[in-house]
Structures are given as structure tokens and as C-alpha cells.
């Protein structure tokens, strides 16, 4: 058996803690609907590029400045791959979606990621058999996008807000399959490097993809908004980079379970930002939903984690609101 990692003797004191939980809390609570904001005026795949590519682009040459190797081809195939998988495939749905859904909703539905991780590892090749509890919060995950979407009319805006619900859910499955086997392949030592791979190659894959969609003719100079721009520069600079490296920084001086909390607490900064901010309107059913998902990921996470071998340390995700994760994500967050 392998003897988990040490804490670092040095810890910080309890500002600097308190700062990098209100970051990952409060930043990657916010970036939904800064997402919202962007895609106003902006096409959401080139938008995204412009965020993850820059981001990644810079961490990159930081790292290689401070004399972390250079990832081989291996290594950039297998951040292609899981740069795919989270970011086009989830972060890029949240960010189609929500040219007609509301920010809040997307982060409640984002959360139902843990329940494809449930499914993936029971289909899995380690057919990893769900207890009693994981089962009931997969169940009420379930329930609660059913009750979180509802009966809609599928005419006009009804029918686009059902389309985008039904994206996202793929997206939430998109994240979750680059999750659990992102870990089997190649990948740099060095989490940082790890990620700086995965955003700049999938920044590459958003630009090709963009690009397949048509969405250079909608990049208009003239029609970008302060607004959109303004968010744009706070995804990259504040969801990409600040809170990442908080959530790094964590990881370091407090235990995984401590720090995947922030996963509790994203979806409600999300709907209490679009209700105060974007007017987004909160409805008793958007309450009664949200705490359904939110039970179900509860129960998900921590009995999941209760079977985690007391010598191997639990793995908690970077990633959703959109960031890329560490070796196998436990946890979503599809905009980061």
C-alpha cells in the first residue's frame, strides 16, 4: 500500500484559505452567467475558444518558463481527447444552451453530472456496483431535472428551452465520460501542464467546430457588446486562471472532500446571480428542483467517497462550470 501524500507543513493562514474557497465558490458560482452575458452578442463555440484557448495558451508558456517539461505527442493526443469531452462536449453545450435557457438552469442541470459518473462505473469496464445510497441519488437526480424542466410547450421558445435543456443533459454526459476515463490516458505529470493541454486543445477543437457551424458570419465588431466582452475577459482571466489556481492552491492544505463542496454551492450563487443580475426568474418548482439534485448529489458524493480505500486519496474535480480536471474528476463543474 502506498502512504497518501503529506499536507505541506507550511500552511497559509486562514485568509489566504478563506479567499481561495470564496473563489472557487463564488467565481465558478458566477461564471454561468457570464457565459449568458457572452453569448449575446458572441457565437458561443468561437466565444469559448477565445476563453479556453488564451487561458491555456498562457498557462503553457508560465509552466515552460519555470521549467516544467515538454508534453510529448502522447500527451497532447490525450488532452485533445479529454479537452473534447469537457469542453466542447460539456462546457460547449452550457454555452450553445444558454442563447435560450437561463443561467440558473443550466447550473442545476450541470449538476447532475455525479449521476453519469454512477452509470459509467457500473456499465464500466470495473463494474463498479452502485450502493443502496448512490442508487437513490441517482434516482433523485434524475426526478429533479424532470421536475427542474417540466411540461413545456414545444412551440416558439417553449420547444427552444426544451432543446436546450436536452443539450445540456448531453453535455452533463459529455463531462462525465471525460471524467471517469480521462485518467487511462497519457497525460503530463504535472496537473497544471495536464490542464493547460486540455484547454488549449480544446480551445482548437471549439474554433473547428465553431467553424463547421457557421459562426464566423455572425462575428460582427461592431456588435459586441461592453457587456459580452466584459464577460469574455472575466471568464479567462477569473474563471480560467484565478479560481483554478485557488482550487490547485486547495488542494494542497485541505482535504478533497472540503474542497469538492464547492459543488454544493455553485448551482445556488448561479440562480441567486441570474435572479439578481439577469432578472432570471425563480419559481417554487426551480427551489423544489434544485434541492431534489442537490440531495441526490449529497448522497452521490459522499457515500461514493466512503468507499474510496482509507490508503488512496479521494480525487475531486477541477472543472464546469468548464475548467479541466485533475487526473479523474469526482465532481462537476462545466463552466469553470
Given amino acids: 500500500m502506498t502512504e497518501p501524500a503529506a499536507k505541506p507543513t507550511n500552511a497559509p493562514g486562514a485568509?489566504?484559505?478563506?479567499?481561495?474557497?470564496?473563489?472557487?465558490?463564488?467565481?465558478?458560482?458566477?461564471?454561468?452567467l457570464a457565459i449568458r452575458f457572452a453569448v449575446e452578442t458572441l457565437p458561443p463555440f468561437l466565444m469559448l475558444f477565445a476563453r479556453f484557448f488564451s487561458a491555456g495558451i498562457l498557462m503553457y508558456v508560465f509552466l515552460r518558463w519555470r521549467g516544467v517539461p515538454r508534453p510529448g505527442a502522447r500527451e497532447w493526443l490525450g488532452g485533445a481527447?479529454?479537452?473534447?469531452?469537457?469542453?466542447?462536449?460539456?462546457?460547449?453545450?452550457?454555452?450553445?444552451?444558454?442563447?435560450?435557457?437561463?443561467?440558473?438552469?443550466?447550473?442545476?442541470?450541470?449538476?447532475?453530472?455525479?449521476v453519469w459518473m454512477v452509470v459509467l462505473d457500473w456499465v464500466g469496464p470495473e463494474k463498479r456496483r452502485p450502493t443502496g445510497a448512490v442508487i437513490a441519488g441517482l434516482v433523485l437526480g434524475l426526478v429533479g431535472v424532470a421536475?427542474?424542466?417540466?411540461?413545456?410547450?414545444?412551440?416558439?421558445?417553449?420547444?427552444?428551452?426544451?432543446?436546450?435543456?436536452?443539450?445540456?443533459?448531453?453535455?452533463?454526459l459529455s463531462w462525465a465520460t471525460g471524467s471517469v476515463y480521462g485518467s487511462h490516458l497519457p497525460h503530463p505529470s504535472s496537473p497544471w501542464m495536464s490542464a493547460a493541454l486540455q484547454m488549449t486543445a480544446g480551445g482548437i477543437l471549439l474554433l473547428l467546430f465553431g467553424t463547421a457551424m457557421g459562426e464566423w458570419s455572425r462575428v460582427d465588431p461592431e456588435q459586441m457588446s461592453a457587456l459580452s466582452l466584459g464577460a469574455l475577459a472575466y471568464l479567462i482571466v477569473f474563471g480560467s486562471l484565478i479560481a483554478f489556481a485557488a482550487y490547485v492552491f486547495?488542494?494542497?492544505?485541505?482535504?478533497?472532500?472540503?474542497?469538492?463542496?464547492?459543488?454544493y454551492v455553485n448551482p445556488v450563487v448561479a440562480v441567486f446571480l441570474g435572479w439578481a443580475l439577469?432578472?432570471?426568474?425563480?419559481?417554487?418548482?426551480?427551489?423544489?428542483?434544485?434541492?431534489?439534485?442537490?440531495?441526490?448529489v449529497v448522497l452521490i458524493v459522499r457515500h461514493r467517497a466512503s468507499k474510496t480505500p482509507p490508503d488512496v486519496p479521494a480525487?475531486?474535480?477541477?472543472?464546469?462550470?468548464?475548467?479541466?480536471?485533475l487526473d479523474s474528476p469526482e465532481i462537476p463543474c462545466a463552466t469553470c
Wanted: charged content about 10%; aromatic content about 8%; cysteine-free.
Fill in 315 to 325: 480525487v475531486v474535480p477541477i472543472a464546469h462550470d468548464g475548467e479541466p480536471g
Fill in 147 to 172: 421536475v427542474l424542466v417540466g411540461p413545456v410547450d414545444l412551440s416558439g421558445g417553449g420547444r427552444m428551452q426544451f432543446i436546450g435543456s436536452a443539450v445540456v443533459v448531453f453535455g452533463t
Fill in 15 to 32: 485568509t489566504a484559505i478563506v479567499l481561495a474557497f470564496a473563489a472557487i465558490y463564488l467565481i465558478w458560482g458566477s461564471t454561468y
Fill in 81 to 114: 481527447v479529454i479537452g473534447g469531452l469537457l469542453l466542447l462536449g460539456g462546457t460547449g453545450a452550457v454555452g450553445w444552451a444558454e442563447q435560450w435557457i437561463d443561467s440558473g438552469l443550466a447550473a442545476l442541470i450541470v449538476a447532475i453530472v455525479p
Fill in 278 to 296: 439577469a432578472a432570471e426568474p425563480v419559481t417554487p418548482r426551480t427551489i423544489v428542483a434544485a434541492a431534489i439534485i442537490l440531495t441526490g
Fill in 250 to 263: 486547495l488542494l494542497r492544505y485541505e482535504a478533497p472532500a472540503r474542497v469538492g463542496s464547492y459543488a
